[in-house]
């Protein structure tokens, strides 16, 4: 089993910057390919950017450039850091952890970009 909990979210501007993180507990971390997803209002959830157990990372061509995934095994985390934010990135980001057939999804973290 693994727990996971997003924190980082909030209100901003656009062109402002937001780091969002994601702990996770009860499992070996280091083995899960960990992704953040986001659902916008009224819209399906999609995948924000990935990051395996090695340290490959993959970003959505609607962010790529602007966000990067990270992660720290030590601290069982992982790490969203999105910059220039847009109003179209408004939304809920969620963190999703893999390995086979095993997932698991946060909670949720509100992002909204507005002036």
């Known amino acids: 089993q693994v727990q996971l909990m997003e924190s980082g979210g909030g209100l901003v501007q656009p062109g402002g910057s937001l780091r969002l993180s994601c702990a996770a507990s009860g499992s070996i971390f280091s083995i899960y390919t960990m992704s953040w997803y986001r659902q916008a209002s009224g819209k399906q959830r999609e995948l924000v950017a990935t990051i395996t157990s090695g340290g490959i990372t993959n970003v959505a061509d609607s962010v790529k450039g602007r966000f990067t995934i990270s992660r720290d095994n030590a601290k069982n985390s992982v790490y969203l850091q999105m910059n220039n934010l847009k109003p179209e990135d408004t939304a809920i980001y969620y963190c999703?952890?893999?390995?086979?057939?095993?997932?698991?999804w946060g909670q949720g973290t509100q992002v909204t970009v507005s002036s």
């Open positions: 999703k952890a893999v390995r086979a057939t095993m997932i698991y």
